[in-house]
């Protein structure tokens, strides 16, 4: 069998593994980031709820010891309703209860509504927190999936890459040369092997002397339809033990 063939179609194997490997690790980071984001965003929201709360808790509080205030008053003019000597002193003390009456009903309205605003903000206090609670939890593990999945796929990528090195060796020109053009025009796969009588990349058929000739494992041939290098079966079958179908595609796969 072809050494040279063997050393390409190898060669793609690799290659194919190693855009896997990249592929794999591109959609983690993006997905981390976005969930940090999210995270930082919620943190934000459910700090001006809280700011929003603790303002309207101080307000609250002054407008109570407001009330108390006015009440003392008011409790103090009524006393002094009945000690009036004239018209005049019953007009003033009249005018000074009515003015207390009406703010003691102005606070207690803003009272009831600003507790109302503080309930409302709480319970959406209660939402963001739980929000953040499963955002950070979420981001947690992605983060951690993504350290572990850097680890990993680092010690595979350096093991592939040495065995490309080992591989490349035995590719000799033009075939390197046919191999970096079609790579990048095909979707990553630039090598097939024939099965059943069809290109393995595009499923084309091909002549049945050729699949024979190809079968031999002596020489490859370019597909007609898809330009691909294409070489015998046996040529997988020597690379991977058994026929393994070469189906991973760097587009094809970011396209679902
Ligand atoms: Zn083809």
Same mark, same amino acid.
């Given at each position: 069998?072809?050494?040279?063939?063997?050393?390409? $179609? *190898?060669?793609?194997?690799?290659?194919?593994?190693?855009?896997?490997?990249?592929?794999?690790?591109?959609? /983690?980071?993006?997905?981390?980031?976005?969930?940090?984001?999210? @995270?930082?965003?919620?943190?934000?929201?459910?700090?001006?709820?809280?700011?929003?709360?603790?303002?309207?808790?101080? *307000?609250?509080?002054?407008?109570?010891? !407001?009330?108390?205030?006015?009440?003392?008053?008011?409790?103090?003019?009524? +006393?002094? *309703?009945? !000690?009036?000597?004239?018209?005049?002193? $019953?007009?003033?003390?009249?005018?000074?209860?009515?003015?207390?009456?009406?703010?003691?009903?102005?606070?207690?309205?803003? &009272? %009831?509504?600003?507790? &109302?605003?503080? =309930?409302? %903000?709480?319970? !959406?206090? !209660?939402?963001?927190?739980?929000?953040?609670?499963?955002?950070?939890?979420?981001?947690?593990?992605?983060?951690?999936? @993504?350290?572990? @999945?850097?680890?990993?796929?680092?010690?595979?990528?350096?093991? /592939?890459?040495?065995?490309?090195?080992?591989?490349?060796?035995?590719?000799?020109?033009?075939?390197?040369?046919? $191999?970096?053009?079609?790579?990048?025009?095909?979707? +990553?796969? %630039?090598?097939?092997?024939?099965?059943?009588?069809?290109?393995?990349?595009?499923?084309?058929?091909?002549?049945?002397? @050729?699949?024979?000739?190809?079968?031999?494992?002596?020489?490859?041939?370019?597909?007609?339809?898809?330009?691909?290098?294409?070489?015998?079966?046996?040529?997988?079958?020597?690379?991977?033990?058994?026929?393994?179908?070469?189906?991973?595609?760097?587009?094809?796969?970011? =396209?679902?």
């Amino acid at each position: 069998m072809n050494e040279v063939l063997i050393g390409l $179609y *190898q060669l793609q194997r690799i290659d194919s593994e190693h855009d896997e490997l990249v592929s794999s690790r591109g959609e /983690l980071p993006i997905r981390v980031e976005e969930l940090r984001q999210a @995270l930082v965003e919620r943190e934000n929201i459910l700090a001006d709820i809280e700011h929003f709360i603790h303002d309207r808790q101080a *307000q609250l509080r002054t407008i109570e010891s !407001d009330l108390s205030d006015f009440q003392e008053k008011l409790d103090k003019y009524k +006393g002094q *309703q009945f !000690d009036v000597k004239t018209t005049r002193e $019953y007009d003033a003390i009249t005018f000074q209860i009515e003015d207390a009456e009406r703010r003691l009903g102005e606070g207690s309205q803003a &009272m %009831a509504r600003i507790s &109302m605003e503080v =309930e409302n %903000a709480m319970s !959406d206090a !209660d939402a963001a927190r739980a929000d953040v609670a499963q955002l950070k939890t979420e981001f947690d593990e992605s983060k951690r999936h @993504l350290e572990e @999945l850097m680890a990993e796929t680092a010690e595979e990528e350096k093991k /592939l890459l040495a065995r490309r090195a080992e591989v490349l060796a035995k590719v000799e020109e033009p075939f390197l040369s046919m $191999y970096e053009r079609v790579r990048p025009a095909k979707n +990553g796969l %630039a090598v097939v092997s024939v099965h059943a009588g069809v290109c393995g990349g595009c499923y084309n058929a091909i002549p049945r002397q @050729l699949v024979l000739e190809l079968n031999r494992g002596e020489k490859h041939t370019v597909c007609e339809y898809c330009g691909r290098i294409v070489v015998g079966e046996s040529i997988a079958v020597a690379v991977d033990g058994e026929r393994q179908e070469v189906t991973y595609e760097v587009d094809a796969e970011e =396209e679902e």
